[in-house]
């Protein structure tokens, strides 16, 4: 089944403590991407990556890392997570970008930073 | 910069009735796509309708349908035979095809559907 896997779904955690959210895809994808979900805010950009080694920065960077060593996995890292970066997490995959074709979600994660 | 405005919070409708959920947006641009997605309590993003911007004929899937209006920068949702599973968070999205591909969201909007 094509699907895009993340992991954890639920995390609590405490500031400072460091963390990585995986996503994997097994569609054969080229174009990832993570966004964040807040309430009243929508679904907001933090990275991207076209291929493999490729990562550029979305709309709200700051405080997170990716890596696209694969081109089934992107990992969503904070090194020193914080309260303000509560939030749902969805990581997502298309094809060849969000070019106008579907683009594919994972289930979320939500976390809570204490 | 590139906005999406979903300006209702919150919208209900009686099962079996139609409704329609606002969408607009502002780019400059004149080649783009138009997206709504379905955010149930699972949390799951599903699609639920596409919009290509040089198309003029209103993209329709079974029960949902939509009404653009380029010009007016316009993209509402009518969901027909409201049915209970179709209470949901609501967003509207846009994308312009080039290197960031970049999804750009509405802040949401959540249908209720009373029985």
């Known amino acids: 089944e094509a699907q895009v896997t993340q992991n954890p779904r639920y995390l609590i955690t405490v500031t400072g403590k460091k963390l990585t959210v995986t996503c994997s895809q097994n569609m054969n994808h080229e174009y990832m991407s993570w966004y964040r979900q807040d309430p009243g805010l929508g679904l907001r950009q933090i990275y991207y990556?076209?291929?493999?080694?490729?990562?550029d920065k979305g709309d709200v960077p700051e405080g997170y890392k990716v890596s696209r060593k694969e081109k089934r996995n992107f990992p969503l890292i904070l090194e020193s997570p914080s309260p303000n970066q509560t939030s749902l997490y969805f990581c997502a995959s298309s094809l060849l970008g969000a070019t106008g074709e579907k683009l594919f979600f994972g289930s979320g994660t939500q976390l809570s930073v204490l | 910069a590139q906005t999406v405005t979903q300006s209702q919070p919150e919208m209900s409708v009686q099962e079996a009735e139609t409704v329609t959920l606002s969408c607009t947006y502002d780019?400059?641009?004149?080649?783009?796509?138009l997206f709504w997605y379905k955010q149930p309590p699972s949390r799951q993003m599903i699609l639920v309708i596409r919009?290509?911007?040089?198309?003029?004929q209103n993209a329709t899937e079974n029960r949902f349908s939509v009404n653009f209006q380029k010009a007016a920068k316009s993209f509402s949702l009518k969901i027909s035979d409201s049915q209970l599973g179709d209470a949901a968070m609501y967003f509207c999205a846009y994308v312009v095809p080039g290197a960031n591909s970049k999804l750009t969201f509405g802040k949401g909007i959540t249908l209720s559907v009373r029985p």
């Open positions: 780019t400059s641009e004149s080649d783009y796509y």
């Open positions: 919009q290509e911007a040089y198309k003029q």
């Open positions: 990556s076209m291929n493999v080694e490729v990562t």
